[in-house]
C-alpha cells in the first residue's frame, strides 16, 4: 500500500543504496516504493504504538482484496501528491499477492497469463483510480486485466470476515423476535413496567380522563427510538439469536411454543421447554474447552415474562446475568458466538479481521483467544485452512512459539509515515518493549506450568531453540511456550526461593520443574531443594528437580569426546560456538574478520582439558586469550548461537546436531512439566479413567489431532493405579498407541476419529467389566 492514510511510502527502501525500481511500478512522478507487510499464512500479530497505524492496518487488507473503499479522502495528507486541484486528486493505491492452490485458481491464472505456472505468486494491483492490473514472476511487467477477468480473480480471493470486538452477549431477548416477528415498541420490560405503573397508581373516574393522563405514558414507551443504543440492541440481540438458533440448532417455532405456553400459564410446558434448550446449548456450544478459567459453570437461558434472560449457573447451581459477572467471559463468549456461527455457514477460505480483541479479555482469556484463533486458521476437524490478522497492544495476546508472526509498525517522523519494524523480534522481542510497554521475560508466573532455570542465558537458549524447531520442523518438538513459562532465577543459590515464591505460601499451587547446572553450586541448590517443606509438603518432588550432569548421562545426545556435560552450553557444538563467539566479537569488539580468526576451535578443544570438560570455561578462557583480555557474555554468546544456528542450511552436520541435543531435552523437559502438572491435579482430586474419557469427548465432539489424542492415552495411563484391574488396560492403552499410529508423526489430525472414540469407550467398559469379573473371583476364592 502506499499513500493511504498514515501509510505513505517506504521510505527506508526508497533511500537504501541497493534498492531500486520494480519493472512494474510507475516512477513518472519519482520513486515511491509500496509499504509492503508480510502476512503470516495462519495468524499475524500487528503490534504498535497509538496512532501507529494498526486499524488502518486491517482496512487496508481488506481493500486490497476487495477492490472496495478506494477513497479519495483516505489519501495521505502529508503526501507530495495530496491535492484538491482539478484532475491532481489522487486515491490510496494498494496491491495483494497471493498463490494459488487449487485446479480452478490455476486454469484462472493461466487464462490471463499463459505462462503462469503451478504455485506461482501473483500481485494484483489497485492503482487509485486507474486500472487494476497484475504482476506475476512470468510476467514482471503489468498484465492490464479486463472487467470480467478483475471480477473472476475477485471471485476467486478469500473472503474478509470482520469479528466485532465490541459486541457483548445481550443479557435478555425477545421471545417475540426470536420466534421470528417483528421487534415490538414494547419489547424492554423497563419500558412496560413504566407503561403498566402508570397505570395502577392512579385512580381515574371517566375514560377521557384515563385516555388524557395515560396516552402520553404510552406514547413515549411505543415510539420509535432508532438511537445507538436501539441499534446496539438489535445487534446484541441478533447475537444472542445466533447462539440460540446457529449455535445450540434450536428450532425458531420453540419460541412460538414457549410464548404460547406463558401466554397460557402453563407452567410445566414452559419448564420442559426451557430445560430442552439448555440441554441443546449444551450439546452444541462445546464453551468448556475454550475458556479454561473456570470449567464449573453452564450457559442457561430463564424465561422471564416476554423475555428469555441468558444466565451463568455456578457450581452451587446460583444463576447470575453477566452483568453480574465479568466482562471478560461475556466478550468471550460474544467472540466464540459470532466465530463458530459463522464457520457453520462459510465453505471456502476466509481472512478474519481483529481489532484489538484484548480490550476486555484478562491475561488468561488472551490465552484462551489465542487458542480459539489458532483453531480457526488451523481447524482440527480438517476444514479449509483459513488466515487470521489481529491488532493488539497484549503481550498475552501474542504467540511466544511464533514470533515470526509478529509485525510491529513504528508512526515516523513528519511525513515519513509508518513503518515497518525489520526482524521485531530477533533482539529479545524488541522493540516490543516500547509498542507494549513491557517485554515476553517480564511476564514470569503467567504462564500455565514454570520451568526454573539458572540464569537468563538458559532462557534465551531454552526458548529460542524450542522455537527454531518449532518454526523449521513440521513435528511438535518444542515447548509450548504460551503454556510454559521459563523463569530465569539469576544463578543457581536463587533458584529455591524464587520456587518458593511460586510454591511455599499455600493457594493452588503452579507446576514447577527445576533445572540446575552439575557443578557444586547447582548442586547445593538441589539439594536445599529438597530439603524445603510448604506445610508438610516438599516444594518439589524429586522427579522434578533435574540436575544436567545426570540428565546428560544417560541421554542420547551428541557433544564433543573432551566435554563433560554439566550445563545447557555444553550441548552446542564446537563449530557453532566458534562462529557464534567470533559474531559476539565482530559486534562488541569491533574486529576484523582477520582478527576475529584468531579464535580457533582447536583452541577451545585444547582448553576443554583445563576447564575440566566445561564448553563454556575453555570458550571464556579462549575468547579472553585471543583477543588480548576481552569478555565474552553469557546472554550475548546465546543470541549469537540462535543467528548462528538459523543461518546453517538444513542439511548443516552440526545445525543437525545441536537440534537432535535439544529436542531430546525440551522432550525430556516437556514431559516433566506435564508430569508435574499431573501430579498437582492428582493431589487436588484424583482423576480417574471415565472422567479422562468424558472430558474428551466433550472438548473435541468432531476431530481431534494426532499430538492430543497421544497426550490423552499417556493421560490415560497415569490415571490408572496398580492394582491388577489397570493392568490390561495398559497392555490396550500400547495396542491403541500402534494401531492408530500414535508413536510415530503426530503431524494433522487423526484420520480415523469415529473409531478412536469407539475404542475409548470401549475401554472404559472393559476396565468396569473385568474390575467386576476380578471381585467375583475374589469372592469365588474366598469362598473356596
Known amino acids: 500500500m502506499r499513500f493511504y492514510r498514515s501509510f505513505n511510502f517506504d521510505y527506508e527502501r526508497k533511500w537504501h543504496k541497493s534498492s531500486k525500481e520494480e519493472s512494474w511500478e510507475d516512477v513518472t512522478q519519482g520513486w515511491y516504493p509500496f509499504v509492503r507487510v508480510n502476512i503470516d499464512p495462519e495468524v499475524t500479530a500487528v503490534i504498535g504504538a497509538n496512532e501507529a497505524g494498526k486499524t488502518q492496518l486491517l482496512n487496508a487488507i481488506e481493500s486490497a ?47 490471463i497469463v499463459p505462462s503462469f505456472e503451478t504455485g506461482a505468486q501473483f500481485t494484483l494491483f489497485h492503482p487509485g483510480a486507474a486500472a487494476a492490473f497484475l504482476v506475476t514472476s512470468a510476467n514482471p511487467g503489468p498484465v492490464p486485466l479486463e472487467a470480467e477477468q478483475l471480477t473472476a480473480l475477485l471471485d476467486s480471493f478469500p473472503r474478509i470476515f470482520k469479528l466485532d470486538t465490541h459486541l457483548a452477549m445481550p443479557d435478555t431477548m425477545s421471545i417475540a423476535e426470536l420466534a421470528g416477528r417483528a421487534p415490538n415498541a414494547l419489547h424492554s420490560r423497563r419500558k412496560r413496567a413504566g407503561l403498566f405503573n402508570s397505570v395502577a397508581s392512579s385512580v381515574w373516574s371517566t375514560a377521557e380522563e384515563f385516555g ?86 453452564d450457559i442457561q437461558v430463564k424465561a422471564r415474562e416476554r423475555e428469555l434472560a441468558l444466565v451463568i449457573r455456578d457450581r452451587t447451581k446460583a444463576s447470575y446475568s453477566f452483568d453480574e459477572r465479568s466482562q471478560g467471559l461475556r466478550y468471550f463468549l460474544s467472540y466464540f458466538v459470532q466465530l463458530t456461527a459463522h464457520r457453520a455457514s462459510v465453505d471456502r477460505s476466509e ?31 480438517g476444514a479449509a485452512l483459513n488466515q487470521v490478522i489481529y491488532v493488539t497492544h497484549s503481550p498475552f495476546l501474542i504467540d511466544r512459539n511464533a514470533g515470526q508472526r509478529i509485525r510491529v509498525l513504528d508512526k515516523g517522523a513528519e511525513d515519513e509515515g509508518t513503518r515497518i519494524i525489520r526482524d521485531a523480534t530477533q533482539n529479545h522481542y524488541e522493540p516490543l518493549r516500547t509498542s507494549l510497554g513491557t517485554t515476553i521475560a517480564e511476564t514470569a508466573f503467567i504462564g500455565g506450568k514454570n520451568l526454573f532455570v539458572e540464569g537468563l542465558a538458559d532462557q534465551v537458549l531454552i526458548a529460542g531453540v524450542s522455537n527454531h524447531l518449532s518454526r523449521e520442523s513440521d513435528k511438535a518438538l518444542g515447548l509450548d511456550l504460551n503454556d510454559v513459562t521459563i523463569v530465569a532465577s539469576g544463578s543457581a543459590s536463587s533458584l529455591p526461593y524464587m520456587v518458593f515464591l511460586a510454591r511455599g505460601r499455600g493457594g493452588t499451587l503452579p507446576p514447577c520443574v527445576a533445572v540446575l547446572d552439575g557443578d557444586a553450586e547447582g548442586k547445593r541448590a538441589a539439594s536445599e531443594l529438597r530439603q524445603k517443606l510448604s506445610k508438610k509438603r516438599r516444594l518439589l518432588d524429586d522427579d522434578f528437580i533435574i540436575e544436567f550432569d545426570e540428565w546428560a548421562s544417560a541421554a542420547p545426545i ?25 559474531e559476539y566479537a565482530r559486534a562488541f569488539e569491533g574486529l576484523d574478520d582477520l582478527a576475529l580468526s584468531k579464535l580457533t576451535a582447536d583452541a577451545i578443544r585444547a582448553a576443554l582439558a583445563r576447564a575440566k570438560g566445561s564448553m563454556w570455561d575453555a570458550l571464556a578462557t579462549s575468547y579472553s586469550k585471543a583477543y588480548k583480555g576481552a569478555h565474552i557474555d553469557k546472554v550475548g554468546f546465546a543470541r549469537e548461537v540462535l543467528d548462528a544456528l538459523s543461518r546453517r542450511p538444513k542439511t548443516d552436520q552440526e545445525r543437525l546436531e545441536i537440534e537432535g541435543n535439544f529436542t531430546t531435552l525440551l522432550a525430556f523437559l516437556g514431559e516433566a512439566l506435564e508430569n508435574a502438572e499431573r501430579a498437582e491435579n492428582t493431589h487436588r482430586n484424583q482423576n480417574r479413567l471415565a472422567r479422562v474419557i468424558a472430558g474428551f469427548e466433550r472438548d473435541h465432539p468432531d476431530g481431534v489431532l494426532k499430538k492430543r489424542a497421544r497426550a490423552l492415552l499417556r493421560e490415560l495411563e497415569l490415571a490408572l493405579d496398580d492394582s491388577d484391574n489397570s493392568d490390561h488396560v495398559r497392555v490396550d492403552l500400547v495396542a491403541m498407541r500402534r494401531t492408530f499410529d500414535l508413536d510415530g508423526n503426530l503431524t494433522g489430525s487423526l484420520p480415523n476419529f469415529a473409531e478412536f472414540t469407539a475404542a475409548l469407550r470401549e475401554l472404559e467398559v472393559s476396565q468396569r467389566t473385568h474390575g467386576q469379573e476380578n471381585a467375583h473371583s475374589t469372592v469365588r476364592a474366598r469362598t473356596d
Open 558 to 582: 551428541k557433544v564433543e569426546s573432551e566435554v563433560a556435560p554439566k550445563e545447557i552450553e555444553d550441548l552446542i557444538p564446537l563449530g557453532l560456538v566458534v562462529d557464534a563467539a567470533r
Open 351 to 381: 481472512i478474519m479481521l481483529l481489532d484489538e480483541p484484548d480490550a476486555f479479555l484478562s491475561s488468561l482469556g488472551q490465552q484462551d483467544l489465542l487458542r480459539v484463533i489458532q483453531d480457526y486458521a488451523t481447524p482440527e476437524t
Open 65 to 111: 482484496v476487495t477492490g472496495t473503499n478506494l477513497d479519495p479522502s483516505d489519501f495521505c495528507r502529508y503526501s507530495v501528491f495530496f491535492s484538491v486541484q482539478t484532475d491532481e486528486i489522487r486515491s490510496p493505491e494498494f496491491g495483494a499477492t497471493f498463490t494459488t492452490e487449487t485446479d480452478e485458481e490455476l486454469d484462472l491464472l493461466q487464462s
Open 212 to 297: 388524557t393522563n395515560l396516552f402520553p405514558a404510552w406514547r413515549a414507551a411505543v415510539a420509535e427510538n432508532l438511537t445507538e443504543a436501539e441499534e446496539r440492541r438489535r445487534e446484541q440481540f441478533e447475537l444472542g439469536r445466533k447462539l440460540l438458533v446457529d449455535v445450540a440448532r434450536i428450532d425458531p417455532s420453540s419460541f412460538a411454543r414457549l410464548e404460547a405456553a406463558i401466554d397460557g400459564e402453563r407452567e410445566g410446558e414452559i419448564e420442559g421447554l426451557v430445560g430442552a434448550m439448555n440441554v441443546a446449548i449444551a450439546e452444541n456450544l462445546n464453551f468448556h474447552r475454550w475458556w479454561r478459567q473456570d470449567s464449573n459453570f
